[in-house]
Nanobody
Framework: QVQLVESGGGLVQAGDSLRLSCVVSGRTFRTRHVGWFRQAPGKEREFVAGRTWSAGRTFYGDSVQGRFSISRGNADNTTYLEMNNLTPEDTAVYYC?????????????????WGQGTQVTVSS
């Protein structure tokens, strides 16, 4: 089993920045990639950013390219999502997830374990 705990969400104004954290623990030796998704009310879960666990290749959704950055802490199993120039359209619950498959994917079906989510609200 793998456990994920997100933190760092909150209420910010448009143009502000926010950093989310995801602590991954448990049987992480099979983890091949980690991703951030978000889900707004009435919408499907959307891929935001992802990173291969060992090699560190990064991938981003079109709507956040150039504004968000995913990274991993040097000494621990924490993955970060740095979000800059936030807009009200970024308002959603943000989820961290890990996958053990060989293929990196941008849809939820490629991910096996999920955190409980953290709310991000951006006011105009």
């Amino acid at each position: 089993q793998v456990q994920l705990v997100e933190s760092g969400g909150g209420l910010v104004q448009a143009g502000d920045s926010l950093r989310l954290s995801c602590v991954v623990s448990g049987r992480t030796f099979r983890t091949r990639h980690v991703g951030w998704f978000r889900q707004a009310p009435g919408k499907e879960r959307e891929f935001v950013a992802g990173r291969t666990w060992s090699a560190g290749r990064t991938f981003y959704g079109d709507s956040v390219q150039g504004r968000f950055s995913i990274s991993r802490g040097n000494a621990d199993n924490t993955t970060y999502l740095e979000m800059n120039n936030l807009t009200p359209e970024d308002t959603a619950v943000y989820y961290c997830a890990t996958g053990a498959g060989v293929v990196f994917g941008t849809t939820p079906r490629y991910y096996d374990y999920w955190g409980q989510g953290t709310q991000v609200t951006v006011s105009s």
